[in-house]
């Protein structure tokens, strides 16, 4: 049995501690019992874990969240990136393609997709253990989890399982599909016995493979990535489920959310305040979390969160937070902070002068024993003041060793890279026309021993 | 006829706006009727221009603020400094003692002293020079503004004119002082057409030269100043204002507020919005601030003050905000960000790190001709990386032109200064231990013509 995790979205809906570079499912507040934070993608992996289903995971994404991904779940995590954002089926039909191709997976094992954030119970997951089984037991093309709805929610596609499959079995027959309804149609469906359907589907590998071939026909998962294009713009759900022979579903009608919103997240976080804030006591289910260094002071409040970063600061009363993404979409024009394989950055200063210069300043920290690419920039300058640890600088060919309290000077087109030997910190001065992530070109470099 | 306005105020009623160097009157948030913006002290000296009262004013202050006076009024400012902090009684006197010592005044010329941050109208400054009037006919020894009270504060002292004195003049006979009352006291004292004191006086130089005299006697200035210690800890109100022979009292009946919280501050702004913020389509009486980079959005607040500088970030209830001092007290180890006599500096990022190491970043800005003394530092050494414009470096004795781009490294116990020839911003970043303003040695230099 095979697990896909997809981890996608753009995550503006959690600015501005979100971004396009860390998704919602990539926030660390999340308490564990332990009093230890992680994210939604930590808790799932944990609880696949504990259910049993962590062997053989892998996470279909994009190339923005691979650096993060790692960060999280570590260099033996299992990842496939999408060459570019599509949808949905393009990015099952690549992870299928890469365990059917690279993995040699038989055409009868069973693969999960789902989610990697939904906020739920130890009961999803032997729900998708059912799942399996059902699966392997070849009662469907494929089976799906339906989730009992709470409410008749306009947010959800529905599933629809046959009237008079009315045996007690551990799945229904799916009759239909329906898109998002509105209320009153969503109050039909529940008298129905409709499930949400909640994105996690079953099925053997050689059935996705043939749908794939109809697309891309390839023996090499490599070449298949590099026809990427090829997959249609569309979702999995329209490609796949609804025009599937026979559908099974697997209900599940425990505790499941989706912390999409401030206000669905603070709900669940266990401290009102993350962070350098301080609350006065005049405050009534108000939540801070602060990634800044500024202190937050916060009094007077009810029903507010106040969320601080890099990227921006939010204020907000929860019955609003739904809206914010349209609204601040064009508030922040680069990310202020970000999580990579190596390490982590943020900017302190980003300005543009009246005479037109342009200088941007990072903190920039190493893990120990990371390194960042050989590399050259072909407009910027780049002044780095170390202020933690130890490292080793390679500058035109040369390596040595520098420490907390030196400064380097790296000249337009000169070849420049470093390693931390102990968690190394730099503060980092670009200046130059322009100042943009993308000028850099990397090279190979083979640090000593 | 001599006025002095009396700066101090440690300022955290209005963080993160103001701290111990930018007290709240020289916060540049009102706006001229010509759209610019202004601070309460600018607008003081303005109003005091337009009523014909800025020919002879000196401003008394500590040594903190100096800088940002000089940079708000201009070079010619002419500035009392106390050596250290006392009361208003020493403050006051030091700086008769300079009107009387240094500028030759005469005995019998009339000074008025005034706070520098009242937001009044200009029939206050008429009532000023009806205090002048009163005091050169020489009706008492000291004379004060009552301001006509509008409600039974408990936040002033009273002034209680003499019963029987209703004939119709410029001022009344005043019987006697008393301390903050409480509500029913307070009511008492306007059934008896008691004024609140307002902190206005108007004295002839030689009667407050007598008192000075009790506790220094001095031809020299300086020698006074260097001998503030000798002076009592005590209000000017306690030592003289109580122990007068006789006071007059000159009504003011007009609009007269102290803008001294967040709340009656954001009252007087025509704009909900400074800085780089947006405001959602739910807010209602709500006031944003916003001196940082980063961006700000806030929906769905009503009456609710958010403030953001390097110092901090307040989301404060506006009717919660008299309190904010307090608790804001410990929330900020050191300024972010300051106005100084040569620009501003704004400190960027400030950490130490867990192997101990402690890094300092700011981003300096030298106005056009201005320049920071020739100095050494004995524990940290700085990394001067230039983003605008140009400027001329001392090193070591030598002068260099450096431009945009450049970078310099100044070790521990190196002699260096910096002038500005045009607009000159650079980052800096200062390694060491421990990094503390105080690390300074300064030293003679002459720039080159």
């Known amino acids: 049995m095979q697990l896909i995790l997809l981890s996608g979205g753009s995550g503006k809906r959690l600015w501005p501690l979100s971004n396009d570079a860390r998704s919602k499912q990539f926030l660390p507040f999340l308490e564990r019992e332990d009093g230890e934070r992680e994210s939604m993608l930590q808790r799932v992996v944990r609880q696949l874990d504990a259910a049993g289903l962590a062997d053989n995971i892998t996470i279909a994404t994009n190339i923005a969240q691979k650096d993060i991904i790692v960060n999280q779940l570590g260099e033996n995590v299992r990842v496939v990136t999408e060459p570019e954002r599509r949808d949905t089926f393009p990015a099952i039909a690549l992870a299928v393609s890469y365990l059917s191709i690279e993995k040699k997976c038989g055409d009868d094992e069973v693969v999960v997709i789902m989610p990697c954030d939904p906020y739920t119970e130890s009961g999803y997951f032997e729900a998708v253990k059912d799942m399996v089984s059902v699966a392997q037991r070849n009662v469907a093309e494929l089976v799906l989890m339906g989730i009992t709805p709470t409410y008749p929610s306009e947010k959800f596609g529905y599933v629809v399982p046959e009237s008079h499959d009315t045996s007690r079995k551990d799945y229904y027959r799916v009759e239909r599909f329906t898109e998002k309804p509105d209320v009153r149609k969503a109050e039909e469906l529940l008298a129905e016995g409709a499930f949400w359907n909640g994105g996690v589907f079953a099925f053997r590998i050689g059935y996705m493979m043939d749908i794939v071939r109809r697309y891309v026909r390839s023996d090499s998962f490599e070449d298949t990535r590099a026809r990427y294009q090829e997959f249609p713009k569309i979702s999995f759900d329209y490609e796949v489920a609804e025009k599937a022979a026979s559908v099974a579903v697997v209900p599940f009608a425990g505790s499941w959310k989706d912390l999409g919103t401030w206000n669905a997240l603070t709900d669940e976080l266990k401290c009102n305040v993350i962070g350098n804030a301080v609350m006065g006591g005049h405050c009534r289910n108000t939540h801070i979390i602060n990634e800044l260094q500024y202190p937050i002071f916060a009094d007077g409040l009810e029903d507010v969160v106040v969320a601080a970063s890099p990227d921006g600061i939010l204020v907000c009363g ?29 900017v302190l200063d980003d300005t543009v002068y009246p005479d037109g210069h342009h200088a941007l300043t990072k903190s920039i920290t190493l893990e120990r024993g990371r390194n960042i690419s050989y590399q050259i920039h072909h407009h910027r300058s780049e002044t780095w003041t170390f202020v933690q640890g130890e490292g080793l600088f390679a500058f035109d060919g040369k390596v040595r060793r520098v420490t907390a309290g030196e400064t380097v000077v790296i000249p337009v087109e000169h070849y420049h890279a470093i390693k931390a030997v102990t968690e190394l910190t730099f503060i980092e001065v670009q200046t130059g026309h322009p100042l943009i992530e993308e000028d850099i070109e990397r090279f190979e470099w083979q640090w000593p021993e």
């Open 318 to 346: 929860k019955e609003h937070t739904e809206h914010i993404k349209k609204s601040v979409e064009n508030l922040t024009h680069r990310p202020m902070y970000e999580v990579r394989r190596w390490g982590t950055y943020r």
